[in-house]
């Protein structure tokens, strides 16, 4: 069984900060959200968790294996280095939606993302070192079987887009719906998914339902471990082996 620890990441007071004293240029937020993404990707994973930027304002952690220390670590840093501060609350579960909801929960009860006087909360407990097992995650490298050839040099560079960005808009739908799973555009044709135990059949049936929605083919490889970056580097394999072998899943399945 999975157990997955999933910390939520939220700028504190953001919203009224970009049009404080007065709307700061697109350009500039642009730049901070994407330099404040990188610098936290280096920091989780530095310690073997995975970060994804969803909307930037708000950004969902993979961190099985960090302790409180690490997180209030991660906060100071981005305190000392940018004009805004993060709170961070951990949620964990046997799914990582059921780890999600329960992170967003406790820090929704803290006050509004935009509340002023809600700075770098740090909440919740992270599973207990004792309890951590070899297969506390699993991650699902997904990507677009021949994505070059069917998009990248055949159509204009925005319609590759489109259609790439609608396969995965299926997918992360029904992975959160059907298996409670949390899937991200990581960029180019990739996306990953933090999931509980699924199948070889559970697998085929997303894939499945990608192509007769979107008609956009994917392949998978999934991985197991007891940190991200031990699951995520098996998917990482599993998927080269999928490409080598032309098949549509490939992995450590359940």
Known sequence: MTNTQVTLVQLDNYGPWTVTPAPRREVDLQTMQSRLYADLSQAFGMRDGYVFFTRFDNMLAVTNGLDLEDHARIQESIRNRYPVTVSLSIGTGASPADALVN????????????????????????????????????????????????????????????????????????????????????????????????????????????????????????????????????????????????????????
């Open 103 to 254: 992170a967003t929960a406790a820090l929704q009860d803290q006050g509004s993302a935009q509340d002023a006087d809600r700075r770098e909360a740090l909440l919740g407990q992270p599973i207990d070192e004792a309890e951590r097992t070899d297969d506390d995650v699993q991650i699902a490298h997904f990507d677009v079987v021949d994505a070059t050839g069917k998009y990248t040099d055949e159509l204009d560079a925005f319609s590759s887009f489109v259609n790439i960005e609608q396969g995965y808009a299926e997918l992360m739908k029904h992975m959160h719906a059907a298996h409670d799973s949390l899937s991200f555009f990581v960029g180019g044709d990739n996306i990953i998914a933090v999931c509980p135990d699924l199948t070889d059949d559970d697998y085929d049936a997303a894939i499945q339902h990608v192509r007769e929605t979107a008609n956009v083919d994917l392949r998978v490889g999934v991985g197991r471990g007891v940190s991200p970056h031990d699951a995520g580097m098996g998917a990482k394999h599993a998927l080269e082996l999928a490409r080598e072998d032309d098949t549509y899943v490939e992995g450590d399945l359940a």
